[in-house]
């Protein structure tokens, strides 16, 4: 956006009067001598004709609302700069580029260990501050860039977060698609972690359970029930061999449950497991239908 750039250069050329102001005509950089004068007087014209109350309501206007590329109050001060420079004889011209700008669905910082930490990655509000009230039109809060660094951490929990991630995107993408087309789906998975996943979804309900097995040898069990079940496709000793591992990351998902308030469901018992989930269904459902 052309127009965009050139406010910017205006500020910046007052700048450069103000410092030029104080170095003797003679040695001022840039000029010969002879052109000193010249320059000097150019530079009071230009600074005579400014208006300290405008620029700053020039200033107050632009900065207004949140204002990044691709947002509707950017394209409107785009047209408001457009406007100023016609109104100074300049024939101007809004260019439109259209380029990849990237921004984060998922937002997530914390520390699980040794003290639980989750960061609230938000800006409170502050009265004296009126853009600090504008969630809605802001660019969520993240870290665009970083230098590579030392990360100590279970690279268990790491490495499994990781794997979350990248199944969430497709995970998304399939609850979407179920909605636009109006039908009801289940989900299950071990990487459906809570707070990685949209925990609403406008016109669907969207019900997060996350089933534990608390009791070690329980878990062992049910390894031995899968292996028999599944005619040993799903051999129990890979996971046996694994177990303290796969015991840590459901520590790990059980406790972002319980941050996330996602009901965790204790799985030592089937049949009560599934009477306990279709009751958390049914009670989700009448909230949503019955709204307090």
């Known amino acids: 956006m052309r127009p965009s750039r050139s406010l910017p250069l205006l500020l910046l050329g007052v700048a450069a009067a103000g410092l030029a102001a104080d170095t003797p005509p003679e040695s001022l950089l840039g000029f010969s001598p002879a052109r000193v004068a010249g320059q000097r007087s150019l ?6 004709a400014l208006d300290p109350a405008e620029l700053k309501e020039w200033m107050r206007r632009l900065s207004a609302r949140p204002h990044h590329l691709g947002s509707p109050y950017g394209k409107d001060d785009a047209a408001f700069i457009a406007a100023q420079f016609r109104s100074w004889g300049f024939d101007t011209k809004v ?10 669905k998922i937002r997530v910082m914390e520390m699980v260990a040794p003290t639980v930490f989750k960061a609230a ?3 409170p509000v502050l009265k004296e501050d009126p853009t600090s009230g504008q969630a809605a039109e802001q660019l969520p809060v993240y870290n665009a860039y970083s230098i590579d660094g030392d990360v100590t951490g279970d690279p268990t929990i790491v490495g499994f977060v990781d794997q979350c991630r990248h199944v969430c995107v497709g995970v998304e993408a399939a609850m979407e698609r179920a909605l636009a087309e109006g039908w009801s789906m289940v989900l299950e998975g071990v990487h459906l972690v809570p707070g990685l996943l949209p925990a609403k979804l406008a016109g669907a309900l969207v019900v997060h359970v996350v089933v534990e097995i608390a009791d070690e040898d329980v878990h062992r069990v049910h390894f031995h029930v899968r292996d028999v079940t599944t005619g040993g496709i799903r051999a129990m000793d890979k996971y046996l061999t694994r177990l303290d591992d796969i015991r840590r990351i459901q520590t790990y998902v059980v406790g972002r449950a319980r941050r996330e308030s996602v009901p965790v469901v204790e799985n030592a018992n089937v049949d ?5 989930v279709i009751e958390i269904v049914m009670r989700s459902a009448e909230r949503f239908r019955d709204p307090v």
Do not use: S
């Not at 009560?272 to 306990?276: C, G, I, M, N």
């Open 121 to 123: 990655l938000a800006e």
């Open 43 to 48: 530079e009071q014209r230009f600074d005579a």
């Open 95 to 104: 260019e439109e580029f259209r380029v990849l700008f990237p921004t984060p």
């Open 272 to 276: 009560r497991t599934v009477d306990e």
